[in-house]
C-alpha cells in the first residue's frame, strides 16, 4: 500500500511542525494551529475536521481541571499538600522521590490528569519554598502520573480500551486488576531511577519568574502575628515552614513587648507573637496567604469588605498627595481611601518605624490591603503617580479547604468506581466550586491556559489528518513487514510505532491504530495476540519525548517553562529504556 498524495502533505506538514518547534522560538499552540490551518487551506481537512479537536472531551476535561486546581489553590488545599504530603526535601534528587513515588502509586488506581492538575500547583509552591527549581520537577511530575497508570487495568482509559478489544479476538476473561504490574512495576523503576539520575544533566535548571532574594528594588518591613488557636501554635520556626521563605527573612520576634532577635530555627512560637519580617512584594502575598498568619496592622481589621473580596496593591506618593507632612495616623488613610497600609518602602530601603509614626513623601511606595475597586477607582487619581494590582494577591479561604478537598474526592472517586466520565466528574466539581464559592467567576475565567487547550486541540486535529489520508496505516503496516517472521522483532515494531503514534496523535488513538495490525501479526505468525495486546498498552503510555503526546506532559509544559526540546533530551532515551525493559519482560510473563 502507497502513500496516497495527500498522506505524503500531511506527514510533510507535521514534519514542518515538529522542525519548528524544535529549532525556532514560536510558542507550540501558534506552530500547531498554523500547521492545522495549512492543512485545511490545502484541502486536507474539512472545517468540521480541523475544529474537531475544540470538541474533543479529553481537551474540555483538562480546561475544566484547570479550574478545579485553581480552586484548590484558593482554598490552600494545594498548600496543604505541598507541606504535609511533600516535606522538606535536602536536594533536587531527594524532592524527585519524594514526588514521583507517591503520585504513581496515586496514578495506578486514579486518573492522571486530575493527579497532575492537582499537584501542578502544589509543586510549583513547594518548590518556591525549599529554593528548587521548579524545571526540575514538571516534568518528573508528568513521567510518574504517566508510568504509574501502567501497573493495572483501571491505571488509563487506554488500558481498559485496548482489554475490551483484546476479549472482543478470543480472550474473553481479559486481564485482571494488577497482571500489569509484572511488567508496570519494572517500568516504573525505570523510570524513576533513571529520571533522578540523570535529570541534573537532562533538564534545565529554570525556574518561570525566578525571584533571588531582595532582588526586587522594592524592600519592605512586614509585621505579623501568630492567630489564637492556629496550627502554628508551639510549633518552631522550621516545622512552621518560615526558616526559608524564598525572597524574605524573619527579622525578629516581639512577644508580648520582649524583642527576640537573631531568631533560632528552633525558636518555638506562640500565639500572640508578631512576627517581623524583611522581604520584596512578591514574598508578601505568600505569608499572607500562610494559615495561622495574620497582618498586625490593625487598620486592616477595620476595613469593612469582606477579605476574600481583598487584593494587594502598590501605590507610589505624587507631590500632590493631600496629607504630605502628616502622620499615617492623622492622616486617617484607611478612612479616605478604604485602604490598609501594611507596608512602606522609601528609596529600597526599608523603613522600620511603626506605619502610624511614619510621615509620608513623595515617592514612596505603599503596600496596601483594601477592596477590588481600589485600582479602577484610584488608577487616574493625582494623588498617586502609579496603582498596581499585586498579581495573585487575593486571600487564600482556609475557611474552605475541607470542602474543596472534599469535592475533590469525591470527583477522583466518582471516576475510580465508574460512575462519571472524568468530563463530567470535572464539570460537576468546577460547578459546585463555583456554587459554594471556593472560586470566584472571574478567576474560573483566568485559570485556564489557553496555550495548553489550542496545543491539544491541534495535535488531535493533526493526529486525526494521519488518520484520514492513511499515512497511519502505511508506516505500521511496513514496520510491521520489516520485523519478518521473528515475534520478538515484530513486538519490538509493535513497542515502537505505537510510541512513535503517540507522540503525535493522542495514546488512545495510536493504540486503536495499531491494534488490527498487531492482530494481523500474530495470526501470520500464528502466536497468542496477548503479549502484543500488553506492549501496545504500555508503548501507548510512553509518551515521554514529546510535550504533545500526552496530556499531562502539556500541563507541565508551562508551569516548568519548557521548550520543546527539553522533553526530547530526556524523553527519548527514556522512552528506548522503557521499551527494552517492556521487550524483555512481556514474554517472559505472557510467552507467544
Not at 146 to 159: E, P, Q, R
Not at 200 to 223: M, T
Not at 496 to 507: D, G, K, P
Amino acid at each position: 500500500m502507497a502513500f496516497t498524495p495527500e498522506a505524503l502533505l500531511t506527514i510533510a506538514v507535521i514534519a514542518l511542525c515538529f522542525g519548528m518547534l524544535i529549532f525556532s522560538r514560536y510558542p507550540a499552540d501558534a506552530i500547531l494551529v498554523g500547521g492545522v490551518a495549512l492543512l485545511t487551506l490545502l484541502g486536507v481537512l474539512t472545517a468540521d475536521e480541523a475544529l474537531i479537536g475544540m470538541s474533543n472531551e479529553g481537551m474540555a476535561t483538562v480546561a475544566v481541571l484547570f479550574v478545579v486546581a485553581r480552586g484548590l489553590a484558593q482554598t490552600g488545599v494545594v498548600d496543604w499538600v505541598s507541606q504535609r504530603m511533600l516535606g522538606r526535601p535536602k536536594n533536587t534528587a531527594s524532592a524527585q522521590l519524594r514526588l514521583m513515588l507517591p503520585v504513581a502509586t496515586m496514578s495506578t488506581i486514579l486518573n492522571n490528569t486530575p493527579v497532575v492538575a492537582m499537584m501542578v500547583p502544589a509543586v510549583t509552591d513547594w518548590a518556591k519554598r525549599n529554593n528548587l527549581s521548579v524545571s526540575q520537577l514538571m516534568i518528573p511530575l508528568s513521567y510518574a502520573a504517566i508510568i504509574g497508570g501502567t501497573c493495572t487495568l483501571v491505571g488509563t482509559s487506554t488500558n481498559l480500551v485496548i482489554n475490551g478489544m483484546l476479549k472482543s479476538h478470543g480472550h474473553e476473561v481479559g486481564l485482571a486488576m494488577f497482571e500489569l504490574a509484572w511488567v508496570g512495576l519494572p517500568c516504573v523503576l525505570v523510570v524513576v531511577l533513571f529520571t533522578i539520575g540523570f535529570s541534573r544533566w537532562l533538564l534545565p535548571h529554570r525556574n518561570k519568574g525566578e525571584q533571588k532574594v531582595f532582588e526586587d528594588a522594592r524592600q519592605y518591613i512586614v509585621e505579623m502575628e501568630v492567630e489564637q488557636n492556629s496550627s502554628l501554635d508551639r510549633k518552631t520556626i522550621e516545622q512552621a515552614g518560615l526558616r526559608q521563605l524564598p525572597g524574605m527573612y524573619l527579622v525578629e520576634i516581639n512577644r508580648n513587648g520582649r524583642l527576640l532577635s537573631a531568631v533560632s530555627p528552633q525558636e518555638m512560637l506562640l500565639a500572640g507573637d508578631h512576627l517581623i519580617f524583611a522581604g520584596d512584594v512578591r514574598s508578601v502575598v505568600d505569608l499572607k496567604n500562610i494559615h495561622g498568619l495574620k497582618v498586625a496592622e490593625k487598620q486592616v481589621f477595620k476595613l469593612g469588605d469582606p477579605a476574600h473580596s481583598r487584593c494587594l496593591v502598590e501605590v507610589v506618593i505624587s507631590r500632590n498627595f493631600p496629607q504630605l507632612g502628616k502622620t499615617v495616623r492623622d492622616m486617617r488613610f484607611r478612612n479616605n481611601y478604604s485602604a490598609a497600609i501594611i507596608a512602606v518602602a522609601r528609596d529600597g530601603e526599608r523603613i522600620k518605624t511603626k506605619i502610624g509614626d511614619i510621615y509620608l513623601r513623595p515617592g514612596d511606595t505603599l503596600l496596601l490591603e483594601t477592596n477590588d475597586q481600589f485600582v479602577s477607582q484610584q488608577r487616574y487619581s493625582k494623588n498617586f503617580l502609579l496603582v498596581s494590582e499585586i498579581e495573585n494577591s487575593r486571600p487564600v479561604r482556609h475557611e474552605q479547604r475541607n470542602l474543596a478537598a472534599g469535592i475533590m474526592v469525591v470527583m477522583v472517586l466518582a471516576v475510580t468506581l465508574g460512575w462519571l466520565s472524568m468530563f463530567k466528574a470535572a464539570m460537576l466539581a468546577a460547578g459546585v466550586m463555583l456554587i459554594t464559592r471556593c472560586i470566584k467567576v472571574q478567576d474560573a475565567r483566568e485559570s485556564v491556559n489557553w496555550q495548553v487547550v489550542l496545543v491539544i486541540a491541534a495535535s488531535i486535529s493533526l493526529g486525526g489528518a494521519l488518520e484520514k489520508t492513511g499515512a497511519a496505516t502505511v508506516i505500521a503496516e511496513a514496520m510491521v513487514s520489516l520485523a519478518g517472521n521473528s515475534p520478538g522483532a515484530v513486538l519490538t515494531a509493535v513497542f515502537v510505532m505505537t510510541a512513535l503514534f503517540s507522540a503525535v496523535i493522542s495514546n488512545l488513538a495510536a493504540a486503536v491504530l495499531v491494534f488490527p495490525i498487531a492482530v494481523a501479526a500474530s495470526q501470520q505468525l500464528n502466536v497468542d495476540l496477548l503479549p502484543f495486546a500488553i506492549t501496545l498498552m504500555l508503548a501507548a503510555s510512553a509518551c515521554f519525548a514529546t510535550p504533545i503526546g500526552y496530556q499531562t506532559n502539556l500541563m507541565v509544559y508551562g508551569p516548568g517553562n519548557y521548550r520543546f526540546t527539553d522533553f526530547i533530551k530526556i524523553g527519548l532515551p527514556l522512552t528506548v529504556l522503557v521499551g527494552i525493559t517492556t521487550v524483555l519482560i512481556v514474554p517472559i510473563v505472557w510467552p507467544f
